[in-house]
């Protein structure tokens, strides 16, 4: 069996800030209540005697409702380069009653910046230590947000090709959450990508330490974790099950007829003598005028797909429409779903729209 001090975790981050900014963080009370907590929960109350024998104490409250308090003793405390303090979680929501954990923390200079190396040990088990892992990761993605001079940008990378549909949807949700991010290139299966997504699909998506694969669930990371920008899933239940309906539509069938075995043909001719190949767009020309048809319907008179206002089931469909409308039947094809050409043309002037087109010089995506 493993002594109980075999179980504890270790975090190292880099971030772009002085090392006196980043020990503050950890012990005024002010600033820990702005970051100090895993994304998507907020701290509501929070104290801090920053001296050795001081306490400190946090409340963190989830989105629906539930108070976690957490609090302790400083015992070390060597500004701006060693940290270290006890850890309790109280209260009738502890995971742990009773026990007493602690958090050590040396801050080093480096690359004009500061790398944090946090040790938290003192678990009574693995499961502890692996929810305690999770929660230090979002947690300092938080601290990054906050102290680096990149912002979120230091955070959140996005995988991808900024031609990819679905590159396209993931940057326009982070565009209207008002989200910095990096971007980097990467085409479909490269070793980066095959590190983040074993299916070799792009994009992948990274924050911090916590990565994602699958669009979707990228856009629901966006939308759950940060509290900016427009919520993209409906709040009723009908409202998120039909935005869930659509996005599932769409990656199962649309996304193959109207892209991959359409679009992609022209753009990406495999036929004979290097023209497009005929027999497959036209196979796909059959279908697409009862997808749309669909859509058509689904829009009604109204601007989005699902409810009264913009959901991630718009922001999966309107790259895809963008290239049909480009392609020698595109115009015909949406002449005859006029809800879904007028929908279009309102989302088209959104700025998550504009600023994602793909054709812009490369300098103008992030
Ligand atoms: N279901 C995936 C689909 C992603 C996808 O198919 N991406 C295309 C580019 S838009 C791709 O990586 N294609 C390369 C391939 O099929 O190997 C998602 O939602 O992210």
Not at 13 to 39: G, I, N, S, T, Y
Not at 332 to 346: D, F, G, I, T
Request: with cysteine; aromatic share 8%.
């Amino acid at each position: 069996m493993n002594a109980p001090e075999k179980f504890e975790l270790t975090q190292v981050r880099f971030m772009r800030a002085p090392r006196e900014k980043v020990f503050d963080a950890f012990v005024d009370a002010a600033v820990l209540r702005q970051w100090h907590c895993p994304r998507g929960m907020s701290v509501t109350e929070g104290r801090s005697d920053p001296r050795s024998g001081g306490e400190w104490q946090l409340a963190m409250q989830a989105r629906d409702g539930t108070r976690h308090v957490v609090g302790g003793t400083f015992r070390d405390l060597k500004r701006p380069e060693r940290l270290v303090y006890t850890w309790a979680w109280l209260g009738e929501n502890s995971p742990l009653p009773g026990l007493e954990t602690l958090v050590e923390i040396q801050l080093s200079e480096r690359d004009g910046g500061t790398e944090l190396s946090l040790r938290h040990s003192g678990f009574p088990a693995g499961a502890a230590r692996d929810a305690h892992t999770q929660g230090w990761q979002s947690t300092l993605n938080k601290l990054v947000d906050h102290v680096d001079t990149r912002g979120t940008a230091a955070n959140l990378v996005l995988l991808g090709d900024v031609r990819s549909t679905y590159t396209r949807t993931v940057r326009m949700a982070l565009a209207e959450k008002g989200l910095s991010y990096t971007m980097r290139s990467c085409a479909p299966h490269a070793p980066e990508l095959l590190a983040l997504n074993p299916f070799g699909r792009i994009p992948a998506f990274r924050d911090g330490e916590i990565s994602l694969f699958e669009t979707s669930a990228i856009v629901m990371y966006l939308d759950e974790a940060f509290g900016a920008g427009p919520t993209l899933r409906p709040g009723s239940i009908l409202g998120r099950t039909r935005c869930e309906q659509w996005v599932s539509a769409i990656n199962a069938y649309m996304y193959d007829t109207m892209v991959r075995r359409y679009v992609l043909q022209y753009v990406f001719p495999r036929g004979e003598g290097g023209q497009p190949d005929r027999a497959v767009i036209d196979a796909a020309l059959k279908e697409m005028p009862g997808q749309l048809a669909a859509l058509d319907r689904a829009y009604g008179a109204g601007d989005w797909l699902v409810g009264g206002a913009l959901s991630a089931a718009d922001l999966f469909i309107a790259p895809i429409l963008a290239y049909v409308e480009g392609m020698p039947e595109g115009k015909a094809l949406l002449e005859a779903v006029p809800n879904v050409r007028r929908a279009q043309a309102e989302l088209c002037q959104r700025p998550s729209f504009t600023s994602t087109d793909p054709s812009l010089p490369p300098a103008a995506h992030p």
